[in-house]
């Protein structure tokens, strides 16, 4: 088939919701909402969290005369079943302006930070852990050769303490252990 001036085109369709149905619940309050739960920092494409169904939907008829909330369902798309969310439709009162709307955003996102730590504390050590800790960082190498040295002489007294073979090494009631070398001797043939 060729491609001729008579082709069918779409036709273009309206971009916004236009509906007149309202919902019968009250109208939202800007004012009234966490300022994290709105976002207008595009103002014609305004959005908020629905008091319903928990989820970001749009502000429909910015630049007219009634502001509403878009048509939306309360499950998530093509998971559960096309339920249609009480505020479909429902009025939103701005009575509040952009400038609020960032100044409160500022002051409660200051006052989040403030609730948050921000530096990681160490566990506090014993008082004798920190001398000793204190001690080894200012230890110098020839400190540490110094230390070795005054340590040998009671090291070598110990070791010779170690090697003596104390009196009554043999048991009361046994055999005693044979002193002198064994050597095995095989029968002659």
């Given at each position: 088939m060729s491609i001729t001036a008579t082709m069918p085109v779409a036709k273009k369709r309206p971009r916004r919701t236009r509906?007149?149905?309202?919902?019968?619940?009250?109208?939202?309050?800007?004012?009234?909402?966490?300022?994290?739960?709105?976002?207008l920092r595009k103002p014609l494409k305004a959005v908020l969290v629905c008091t319903d169904c928990e989820t970001w939907v749009p502000i429909t008829g910015m630049q007219g005369k009634v502001q509403k909330l878009v048509p939306h369902h309360t499950g998530k798309a093509g998971a559960a079943a096309a339920i249609r969310c009480l505020s479909s439709n429902r009025l939103v009162d701005f009575d509040l302006t952009i400038p609020e709307?960032?100044?409160?955003?500022?002051?409660?996102?200051?006052?989040?930070s403030s609730r948050l730590a921000t530096t990681v504390l160490p566990k506090a050590f014993s008082p004798q852990?920190?001398?000793?800790?204190?001690?080894?960082?200012?230890?110098?190498?020839?400190?540490?050769?110094?230390?070795?040295?005054?340590?040998?002489?009671h090291v070598a007294d110990t070791d010779e303490a170690r090697r003596a073979v104390?009196?009554?090494?043999?048991?009361?009631?046994?055999?005693?252990?044979?002193?002198?070398?064994?050597?095995?001797?095989?029968?002659?043939c």
């Open positions: 509906t007149k149905q309202l919902s019968p619940l009250p109208a939202i309050q800007l004012s009234k909402l966490l300022p994290s739960h709105l976002d709307w960032q100044q409160a955003l500022t002051d409660a996102t200051k006052e989040a852990t920190d001398r000793t800790l204190r001690a080894r960082a200012e230890r110098t190498p020839a400190g540490r050769v110094a230390d070795w040295a005054a340590v040998l002489p104390p009196v009554g090494d043999v048991p009361a009631e046994a055999r005693s252990v044979p002193r002198n070398h064994l050597a095995i001797q095989r029968p002659a």
